[in-house]
Each structure stands twice: as C-alpha cells, then as structure tokens.
C-alpha cells in the first residue's frame, strides 16, 4: 500500500509528483505529474493502489507507483577487550569514535565501518 503523505515514484525510478489522491467520477482518483527529460511535467493518474491501469492485474507496471525507498546511514563499531573478546555496536553517524578509543570498561575501539542501506515500505 502507497503511503501518500511519503515521496513516490514510479517503478521505473521517475519522480512523481502528487497532486490530489482524490478525485471524483473514477477508478483513477489519483493524479500525479511525471517529470520527463526536457524539465516538464506529465499528467498521469493512478488507482489508490498507485497502479496506472486495471486492466493489468497480474504482475507490475513500469508506469505504477511506490513509495521512495528510505536511506539509512549506520556505522558498525568493533571492540576488543583485554581478553580479546570481541563485540560490535551499531550507532547512528551522529555518534563519532575514533579507533583506539578505550572506555571505562576496557573496551577499545578496533575498527569500524560504515554502512548504507535503504527501507522500501
């Protein structure tokens, strides 16, 4: 299900911008406007489900809509102690550490990595 407060685009990774989910007298109450090449705008409309046509029901559209993915950033931290035990923590990149860094436990900073990933509704 299309979250409509959210960006979209089409499966073909277009930008889509939406106008109103709800207009009158159709199967197709949402409108939306595809950015083409040239920098103009296309009027397309859309069912509630982001599909841009009933008449294919089994299988997907280049033309129908989703949700933009979410982007996360995460850095992946690894530890070591003095008996060699190993651990990870998984912060936000707000948080920063620096390798070498020892906290009152006795646990110091032995690597970290940073990693990228995106959650598609």
Request: glycine share 8%; proline share 7%; hydrophobic share 35%.
């Amino acid at each position: 299900m299309i979250d409509w407060t959210k960006p979209v685009r089409n499966r073909a990774g277009t930008p889509v911008r939406i106008v109103c989910t709800d207009r009158k007298g159709t199967p197709f109450p949402v409108v939306g406007l595809v950015q083409i090449s040239n920098g103009k705008e296309l009027i397309e409309t859309y069912t509630q489900e982001g599909r841009v046509s009933t008449l294919v029901t089994d299988g997907e559209l280049a033309r129908d809509l989703v949700n933009v993915p979410t982007k996360h950033v995460r850095v992946v931290v690894w530890w070591r102690n003095k008996d060699c035990q190993i651990r990870a923590d998984v912060l936000l990149p707000s948080l920063t550490c620096r390798v070498g860094y020892q906290d009152p436990d006795g646990w110091t900073i032995i690597g970290k990595q940073t990693i990228e990933f995106e959650e598609t509704p």
